[in-house]
Nanobody, 121 residues
Framework: QVQLVESGGGLVQAGGSLRLSCTAS????????MGWYRQPPGKQREWVAI???????VYAGSVKGRFIMSRDNVNNTAYLQMNSLTEGDTARYLC???????????????WGQGTQVTVSA
């Protein structure tokens, strides 16, 4: 009923920037929290940034001051501007959204498939 699609990943040199996008489509009435997570190779998934429905945005310490998250509630899209990238930022980046449906379904938490970000030295 709902699809989340991320885009914007790729290969970038250390010190460079990338902008990720995640758009929800389908039976979306409204969206609560939106979040970006990442999973480095061989490691567990970790949260990166979360934008609450009241506009509050929180960042993990490892990205604070370098990454900027924003949300577009009209277009059901979350963005992650990533600056000053380091090799330690190499990971698959996934978005998560808490979605209320337009039809009679229980609100749920949805994940995208992710987009790969690789930072080279």
């Amino acid at each position: 009923q709902v699809q989340l699609v991320e885009s914007g990943g790729g290969l970038v040199q250390a010190g460079g920037s990338l902008r990720l996008s995640c758009t929800a489509s389908g039976s979306v009435k409204s969206i609560g929290a939106m979040g970006w997570y990442r999973q480095p190779p061989g490691k567990q998934r970790e949260w990166v940034a979360i934008a609450r429905s009241d506009g509050t945005i929180v960042y993990a310490g490892s990205v604070k001051g370098r990454f900027i998250m924003s949300r577009d509630n009209v277009n059901n899209t979350a963005y992650l501007q990533m600056n000053s990238l380091t090799e330690g930022d190499t990971a698959r980046y996934l978005c998560n959204m808490a979605i209320v449906h337009t039809i009679g379904l229980t609100p749920g938490s949805y994940w995208g498939q992710g987009t790969q970000v690789t930072v080279s030295a």
